[in-house]
């Protein structure tokens, strides 16, 4: 990956340039929130992707954060755009939106909350592998039986890229 790493890199920050232009568009348009919600999960996916393969400099892809991004709450998403592009544009509408409490997706499928949605300040993040939140020790615990083996894939793999680092 190395040898074209150059190559992906330009490519891919202007395809993920674009798609922040697009999905800023949108929100200052107040059109589609969902089409900019999806700009805003595709970005995310060539950042991450580029840290992770081309760059080297993370361990492990956050599935779990592109799709919080794809269900995200206004303020989210305002917030992540904000953010990655170089003007002011977005700070009217942010002020609108900053009242309003971030949420944030409990990775418990079976969490009784509507959309699986809590307030983000409130939530737990697994401590081990530090990549999906709960809404409640009890949904952590609940989950634990599915989340388990990820969770010591994900954990292995950050250990093994911060032993190379150091």
């Known amino acids: 990956m190395a040898k074209y790493a150059d190559v992906y890199s330009s490519k891919l920050e202007i395809v993920v340039s674009i798609l922040l232009n697009g999905g800023t568009q949108m929100i200052l348009d107040g059109d589609n929130h969902n089409l900019a919600r999806l700009n805003a999960t595709m970005a995310f996916y060539f950042e991450e992707w580029m840290e992770v393969e081309v760059k080297e400099s993370k361990a492990i892809f956050s599935w779990s954060k592109a799709y919080e991004l794809y269900v995200a709450d206004n303020h989210t998403l305002v917030s992540y755009y904000r953010k990655r592009i170089p003007c ?14 971030k949420m944030g997706l409990c990775f418990n499928l079976n969490c009784s909350l509507p959309e699986r949605k809590a307030e983000r300040s409130k939530m737990f993040c697994c401590t081990r592998c530090g990549d999906v939140n709960y809404c409640s020790v009890e949904c952590q615990k609940d989950d634990w039986k599915a989340h388990r083996q990820y969770c010591v894939v994900i954990a292995a793999k950050k250990a093994a ?6």
């Open 88 to 101: 002011a544009c977005l700070d009217e509408k942010y002020k609108e939106e900053k009242s309003v409490k």
């Open 161 to 166: 890229f911060d032993s190379k680092q150091s």
